[in-house]
């Protein structure tokens, strides 16, 4: 089916380029932005505040949204959801909430392809409390298997912390397998989900996952706003990273504060209103196109830029054997950087860098990358463009534009 007409970026009169930076974030449907513009232009009021209808309607409304998302992650209460200003914020939210759980000597595990969200946070709980961080070996294809995790897992092991679909290679790592070992070993297991919800169904009781967090921004939804999936017993014992109106029930002028049930001790002071509610808009569009539409159309392009892109003697592969929509590559004898703004001259829109996961290019041999990431409303034909640039890709051209 055509979806792109959903999308006003992409019928601009005069504009003809092809966006391919999808794992940095997504395009916007009409009907996400319609949402967003009527909250601003009819009924801006804030929520759970208001004594009058108007705010009445809009907090029904943002309620509604988590049982929406719930739903879309089957959650076995929306208690579980906590709606936070992204993936990053949800991470370290869960850093410090668990963190203080931790003991000198206790292990964090994590792999090098994590994201800077996922793995600074620990970071700082680790040297805090004098605990350790240890990695996940990968394969040669920089891959997470049952077989490493299950040789890296110990008694040791407080928290597994790792992407369900990593932003650089894109490989998706068997989470409910890892669930299991850790939980075999009392291990709790924490999932940046980010790369991973816009693009495939996720049910975070059959993974059994103790967190999951993702942004709405990467899945046709507004920025600023994203989940933090949190089972019911683990976000009643956590701390929340930052206090205000709205996550206390009361306090007195003895320092004494008694703070409200989860989700809500989580969810300080005005919360990004439009954002949810252009979320909630999101997620049901999502639902109407289908996740497993999504997955098999993204596995499409990928395998075929693959299989293009591997024809062209000047360009190297990092991940042939992904599943997901990210093909990342480098032009030969030329700095990610500048291949990207070639492209981008050609009107084919990538990202380059390391890619908020520097731990990972000592595995890559590279400093940095050119990511291309599909999502479903691109076609056949955006990929056979990428290819073409591609082809006249070298030193000299890419260094032209600069000159």
Sequence with gaps: MEYRKDFPMLNQEGKNFVYLDNSATTLKPSCVIDEVTRYLSTCSVNVHRGDYDLSYQVSQEYEAVRNTVARFINAASPKEIVYTHGTTEALNIIAYGMGGFLKEGDVILTDIAEHASSVLPWFRVAKEKGASIEYIPLDEQGRITVENFQKAMHLGVKYVCIAHVGNVLGYTAPIQEITTIAHNYDALVIVDGAQAIPHRKVDVQALDCDFYTFSAHKMCGPTGVGVLYGKAK??????????????????????????????????????????????????????????????????????????????????????????????????????????????????????????????????LGTPATVRASFYFYNTEEDVMRLVEVCKEANQETCLNIFF
């Design 234 to 363: 683990y976000l009643s014992q956590m701390e929340p990273l930052m206090l205000g109106g709205g996550s206390n029930a009361r306090f007195d002028a003895c320092s004494n504060v008694l703070l409200k049930e989860a989700p809500y001790r989580f969810e300080s002071g005005t919360p990004a209103i439009e954002g949810v509610l252009g979320m909630g808009k999101a997620i049901e569009y999502l639902e109407k196109v289908g996740m497993d539409y999504i997955q098999a159309k993204e596995e499409k392009l990928h395998n075929l830029a693959i299989q293009e892109l591997s024809k062209l003697d000047n360009v190297i592969l990092y991940n042939p054997k992904s599943d997901n929509g990210i093909v990342t590559f480098n032009i030969k004898d030329v700095f990610a950087q500048d291949s990207a703004s070639f492209l981008s001259t050609k009107g084919v829109y990538c990202r380059s860098g390391n890619h908020c996961a520097k731990i990972l290019v000592d595995h």
